[in-house]
């Protein structure tokens, strides 16, 4: 699917997918958005939606990608388990645990698929512009895959900061 307009970072996002607000209900809200690029390549587009005036890693919040290249789960995996292990003191058996479930979640994607993470205490649900695509619960892993974006010392400080509201 070619692109047919120019990207702008402030365009209108998609309504949060159906599957996402039937199992997490409430006032979802943009609290930020921004660009994620490797190199001189767009990646995707990412949104943080959260229930509340702000953003509060204690609540309920969703990741919302929007991907502008094709990208296979392979990479997605490979690479959230290398930043997790980067940024976090995480054991080798759980992240060995983690990249399986990943890899059993998440799909190959393309320009224009969408995925999003509801982060909560208990764990990350994903979902597809379409569908509930599966679950891990395990709070250590909500907390980890969050810093690939969130933590302080992420590859992408400015998609961070636009993220968190720290940036215009």
């Not at 997918?17 to 587009?45: C, E, I, K, N």
């Not at 094709?70 to 058996?93: F, G, K, P």
């Not at 810093?147 to 900061?161: H, I, M, N």
Request: proline letters at 5%.
């Amino acid at each position: 699917m070619p692109v047919t307009a120019p990207f702008d970072e402030t365009s209108k996002l998609a309504p949060l997918p159906q599957a996402m607000l039937d199992q997490f209900p409430g006032q979802w809200r943009l609290h930020g958005q921004g660009l994620f690029t490797w190199s001189v390549f767009r990646v995707y587009r990412a949104a943080l939606h959260v229930q509340g005036e702000s953003f509060n890693p204690s609540e309920p919040y969703a990741l919302d990608l929007n991907y502008l290249r094709n990208v296979s789960a392979d990479q997605i995996v490979q690479t959230s388990i290398q930043e997790m292990r980067r940024l976090h003191s995480c054991d080798e058996a759980s992240l060995a645990r983690w990249e399986e479930q990943l890899q059993a979640i998440l799909p190959d994607v393309s320009l224009g698929d969408r995925l999003i993470g509801v982060f909560n205490a208990n764990g990350v649900s994903f979902f597809s512009r379409d569908a509930a695509l599966g679950q891990i619960d395990d709070a250590a892993f909500a907390e980890a895959f969050a810093a690939v974006w969130l933590d302080e010392q992420t590859r992408a400080p400015a998609l961070r900061a636009k993220l968190l509201g720290l940036a215009s």
